[in-house]
């Protein structure tokens, strides 16, 4: 079956400090999305990306969709201590739309 | 509107028990998804719907888990008996689209002693 990893599992990083999280897919995904997730919170959707080698920016934050549509990656630039969260990459398999989430990476922001 | 509604919030139960929890999807949303959080597994996808009709519960982890969609705007999981393995979040997500933003709910925290 599809497995979806992260890594790193736990980033911790000075506020100021740049964070990167990388996603990697066992199949080609249809699409990738990102979500973050507040200590005690639920899930919130960030973006999707959908295109081969697509790029996109919210502010400090940098979503990159891998050539080969199996690996994403999300860039924070100067963290800050609302960066604090969980960040979870999904997407649904090619050819089936089950989604999967993949194991999410803790990031901590020390002030 | 007021987003993914999901009650109880917290629940407490002892082994053996049955447990019944509730999500309203947001108003015209077509996909309804059930997941569960634990730190050993992560965020797991364990059923979801479409126009109230289950279309992969492969992730329904055995026999004792069961889910319905009665109605667009109310769905159940239900767990019986309860075990303390089930003890996790219990999320519920709508979707306009199959593959598409997904709106997820506060959660129920559940712990079966």
């Known amino acids: 079956g599809q497995q979806v990893m992260q890594i790193p599992q736990y980033q911790h990083v000075q506020e100021g400090e740049d964070f990167t999280t990388y996603c990697n897919s066992s199949?080609?995904?249809?699409?990738i999305q990102w979500y973050k997730q507040r200590p005690g919170g639920h899930p919130v959707f960030l973006i999707q990306l959908v295109k081969s080698g697509e790029v996109k920016k919210q502010k400090r934050l940098t979503f990159q969709f891998g050539e080969a549509k199996k690996n994403s990656s999300l860039h924070i630039t100067a963290t800050q201590t609302t960066d604090v969260g969980t960040y979870f990459c999904?997407?649904?398999?090619?050819?089936?739309?089950?989604?999967?989430f993949g194991s999410g990476t803790k990031l901590n922001v020390k002030p | 509107d007021a987003g993914v509604i999901q009650s109880p919030r917290h629940e407490v139960t002892e082994m053996g028990q049955e447990v019944t929890l509730r999500c309203k999807p947001i108003?015209?949303?077509?996909?309804l998804f059930w997941y569960r959080q634990t730190m050993m597994r992560g965020l797991e996808l364990l059923i979801y719907?479409?126009?109230?009709?289950?279309?992969?519960d492969s992730g329904m982890p055995e026999d004792r888990f069961s889910a319905k969609m009665p109605n667009a705007s109310f769905s159940t999981l239900k767990i019986q008996p309860s075990e303390p393995r089930d003890s996790a979040v219990y999320f519920c997500?709508?979707?306009?689209?199959?593959?598409?933003?997904?709106?997820f709910g506060p959660g129920t925290r559940l712990t079966v002693l």
């Open positions: 999904a997407g649904p398999q090619n050819n089936f739309n089950k989604f999967y």
């Open positions: 108003s015209g949303h077509d996909y």
């Open positions: 997500a709508s979707s306009l689209t199959e593959t598409g933003e997904q709106f």
């Open positions: 199949t080609t995904l249809s699409n």
């Open positions: 719907f479409n126009n109230n009709v289950p279309i992969d």
